[in-house]
C-alpha cells in the first residue's frame, strides 16, 4: 500500500525451550504473502521479553507482537487473521464467505485449548523437564501422549475428514497454525504423526503450499532434529562395538 511503512513484528523463532510456533506462523505467513515486514528478534532465553521497552508493548510479556503504522496487536491468531483482512493477500488464507470463515475460526478457536495445549504439554515433560534436570516421568508421558492423541483423532475426523485441508479445498490460516504446533515435538525426536497416514500426507500438502517459508523457519527444529538423531545413531554404533 502506498505510504505505508512495512509492518515490524517482534518474534523469536530460534528459541526450542519455550512455544515460539505462533512466531513461526506469523513468519511464514508474512514471507508467503510477500508483505513488506522487518522483523525485531526478542530472545527469550535472555529475558527480553521482560524488558521495560518490550512490556510497553505488550504488558503480558509475550510474542508475537505486530507494530502497523502504530497499531500494536498481540496474540498470533488476531495478528493473522488482521494481516489477511488489511493486506491483499489471497482470499483462501481467511476466506470473506461467512460459512468459510467461520470454518478456520472454528479451528483457531478450539486450537488453543486442544492442539496448542497437548503440544505445549508433552514439550514440557519430554524436552524441557529433562533439560532442567528431571527425569521424565513414563506414566506421565503416557498420559500426555494419550490426550495428544484424542486431539489429533478430531484433527482427522472433525476437522480434516474427507477433504485436503483442515478448512477445505486450500489452504488457510487453520492449516498454518495447526503444522506450525505439530512440528514442535521434532525437537524431542519425536515425529507425532509418523503412524497417521492421512495427517502425513496433510502436512505434506501444507509444506507444499508454503514452500520455502516453512523450512526456513522451521530451520531450528530440523537441526535439533537431525542433531538427535546423529546422537542417537552414534551412541548405538558404540553399544554396537562392546
Known sequence: MAGRQAVKVYLDIFNSYKSVQACRAVLIFLKDNKIPHTVENIAIRKGQQKTPEFTKLNPMQKLPVLEDNGFVLTESDAILKYLA??????????????????????????????????????????????????????????????????????????????????????????????????????CGGRDILETRPKLLSWRSRVQSALSDSFDEAHAIVYRIRDNLNADKLYRYSKQSAL
Not at 109 to 132: D, K, Q, Y
Not at 152 to 179: H, V, W
Request: charged fraction near 25%.
Open 85 to 186: 483482512t488489511a493486506y491483499n493477500v489471497p482470499e483462501h488464507w481467511y476466506p470473506k464467505l461467512p460459512e468459510k470463515r467461520a470454518r478456520v475460526d472454528e479451528y483457531t478457536a478450539w486450537n488453543h485449548a486442544n492442539t496448542r495445549t497437548h503440544i505445549s504439554t508433552l514439550f514440557l515433560h519430554e524436552v524441557l523437564l529433562p533439560r532442567m534436570g528431571h527425569p521424565t516421568n513414563p506414566e506421565m508421558l503416557e498420559k500426555v501422549l494419550s490426550d495428544l492423541d484424542g486431539t489429533l483423532d478430531k484433527l482427522e475426523n472433525m476437522f480434516l475428514k474427507r477433504q485436503a485441508f483442515l478448512c477445505g479445498d486450500d489452504i488457510s490460516l487453520a492449516d498454518l497454525l495447526a503444522a506450525c504446533e505439530l512440528m514442535q515435538p521434532l
